[in-house]
Every structure is written in structure tokens, then in C-alpha cells.
């Protein structure tokens, strides 16, 4: 019923309803079933102020209609009470069921291209309306087009938080494939050697470590994954003087987690300005200029299958002995 034409209009009015200044008591199942509410403190909670209510009613336009948002709602007990309850309360139930369910129906293999293209035609410069569409892209077959989806996001201009946080869906597990580990691999250096954003560098650069280590738990089918273009990309950043020096050592740490005999062990408890992080990342670019030579021998081994699997993301994998971006220059 939902159609694509139609999911920009769905996802603005999800939005709409995610920051309404109007509160609504919890249900008296809350206090029956919580460890730190008694059944007794219900009668009491409709005196309590609503944390999320306003200091006074105003009338907002929501789904193109002038609404007058109340300061608070009683929480309606009654089907007859639900039935008969605000406008507003009624929509703020219904529409997260329907977002939840035509995620998952745009989510199939064959569906999710042609929301992705609708997702990505419509570009809204709200906070609110551009998570609500980054979440229906999150939500995909877990394949190769959703893979360059988050790329893309990771590396959208606009809304830098929201592009840190989609690099962290771009892991693995279960029942993924060793292929899709390694699509993952190239989205993630992909990122790392594009992207001029800190912070989504530094998440990317988290989930390649994790990516890199060796134990692992539960049922899969993939294994460690490490490859020398991965910790070069990651140096790169670890390199970078214009960060400061906390940015560094945190990018060279990540390295350290991908390395059998890292030149230090990372500390995540160092105060940001203790002596030990221009100590750590002294012995780092140390043994960079060492091992250099032979990690770019092994990158260079590495190309062409990385290429092919960038390729199939649609994104390229620079050399590594390229210069960086000129945004991305020392």
C-alpha cells in the first residue's frame, strides 16, 4: 500500500512525530512489570509533570494540518479509551509499526534498490527526517547494493554524525558469507582513504580493527580479516599532523589491535594529554618507517583482488603510495 513514491512522505511524518513536545504517563504495565517502579506509584504518576511536555499548549502544522499539541495526555486504558484518544497519541503508536513494517518489506533483495534510489533522491536538510532515512537504509538484504548505500551515506557531505554512524552496520556476522567480509573489507578502506571526516574515519578505522582480530565467537563462516592496504589507510590517518595528538594515538592504536607485535600496547584509560601518548606514537612512526617497505610490497599483491571487490561496491582503492585527498593533506 506503501508505495516508493510515498516513502519520502512516510518518513517526514516519522520524523515529525519523533520530537513532539507532549508527554504521555507510561502504562500501569510499566510499574507492574519494572524493577525500579511499584504498582502503587501509578495513581501518583498523573500528578508528575511529563519530562517531554511544554510549558504551555501550542499549535504546530503536522502532517499538513494545524494541530493544537496538548501539554499532556493521560495514558487511555479502555479499548474505547484508545479508540477515542487524541489524534496525536493514536499516530504516535501507529506510526512506528507502519515504518517498522515497510522497512522490512523494502528491505528484500528485490524492493531495496528502489527504495535506496528514493531514499537517496530525497535529501532533507532536518536532523530528524535524515536519520528516519538513514535507518531505512541501514535496513537491507545485506548484500553488495547495500554495502555502496552505506558507503555512500558514510561519505555523504551533509549530516556528519549521522555518516559516522552508518559505518558501524559494516561488519559482520552470523550467517554472512567470507565474500561479503571481504566487500565489507573494501567498503571500509574505501571510506578510510576518501573520507575527510574524522569522525567517520575513526569509526571506520574501529570496525576494521574488529574486523582484524582473531577471536571471535558464535557460529560464522568468516575468519580475521587483515590485509596491509587496511593498516596503511589507517597509518595514514595515524599520520595525519593535523589532528590532534589523542586523534593520532587513537588511529595508531586501532593499528596495534590488527598487528601480532604491535609497536605498543593502547591504553584507552591515558588522559588525552598524559606523557605516554606522544611516547606511544614516537615508537609508532618509528616502526612505520621500518615496516613500511614490506606492507607496501604486500599492498601491492593486494590490488587487484581489492579492486575487484571495490568494483563490485561501485568505489575504487587507491595505491597506497598515492598522495592522500587534498583534503586530507598534511
Not at 506503501?2 to 510499574?31: M, N, T
Not at 530525497?122 to 555502496?148: H, K, T
Not at 595514514?236 to 594515538?249: G, H, I, P, T, V
Request: with cysteine; charged share 25%.
Amino acid at each position: 500500500m506503501i508505495g516508493v513514491e510515498q516513502l519520502p512522505r512516510l518518513w517526514k511524518a516519522v520524523a515529525e512525530f519523533q520530537h513532539l513536545p507532549f508527554g504521555v504517563p507510561s502504562s500501569p504495565c510499566d510499574y507492574l512489570m519494572s524493577d525500579n517502579l511499584a504498582p502503587w506509584m501509578w495513581s501518583r504518576s498523573k500528578d508528575q509533570p511529563v519530562r517531554s511536555t511544554v510549558a504551555k499548549a501550542q499549535s504546530r502544522l503536522i502532517l499538513e494540518r494545524s494541530i493544537e499539541v496538548p501539554l499532556n495526555i493521560d495514558y487511555p486504558l479502555s479499548r474505547e479509551e484508545q479508540d477515542n484518544a487524541p489524534w496525536l497519541w493514536q499516530m504516535q503508536r501507529v506510526l512506528p509499526i507502519l515504518n517498522s513494517n515497510v522497512n522490512k518489506y523494502y528491505s528484500q533483495p528485490d524492493r531495496y534498490a528502489a527504495m535506496a534510489e528514493a531514499a537517496w533522491k530525497w535529501q532533507p536538510s532536518d536532523f530528524w527526517e535524515a536519520s528516519v532515512r538513514e535507518e531505512a537504509l541501514l535496513n537491507g538484504p545485506r548484500n553488495a547494493a547495500w554495502i555502496e548505500r552505506l558507503v555512500r551515506t558514510a561519505l555523504a557531505e551533509n549530516h556528519p554524525g549521522i555518516a559516522a554512524g552508518a559505518t558501524g552496520p559494516l561488519y559482520v556476522w552470523g550467517p554472512d558469507s567470507y565474500h561479503f567480509e571481504e566487500l565489507i573489507h573494501a567498503a571500509q578502506i574505501a571510506i578510510l582513504q576518501q573520507t575527510g571526516k574524522e569522525d567517520v574515519a575513526e569509526q571506520t578505522a574501529f570496525w576494521t580493527a574488529r574486523l582484524a582480530e582473531n577471536k571471535r565467537t558464535g557460529p560464522s563462516q568468516f575468519k580475521p580479516m587483515r590485509t596491509a592496504t587496511a593498516i596503511l589507510a589507517i597509518a595514514q590517518w595515524a599520520q595525519n599532523q593535523s589532528l590532534s595528538d589523542w586523534s593520532r594515538y587513537s588511529f595508531a592504536a586501532k593499528v596495534c589491535q590488527m598487528l601480532d607485535e604491535p609497536p605498543f600496547k593502547a591504553n584507552v584509560h591515558l588522559r588525552p594529554d598524559a606523557p605516554e601518548v606522544t611516547e606511544s606514537l614516537h615508537k609508532f612512526e618509528a616502526w612505520l618507517v621500518k615496516e613500511r617497505p614490506g606492507l607496501e610490497r604486500e599492498a601491492v599483491k593486494e590490488r587487484q583482488h581489492l579492486r575487484d571487490l571495490a568494483a563490485e561496491i561501485h568505489q575504487t582503492i587507491a595505491p597506497v603510495t598515492d598522495d592522500l585527498p587534498p583534503n586530507r593533506r598534511d
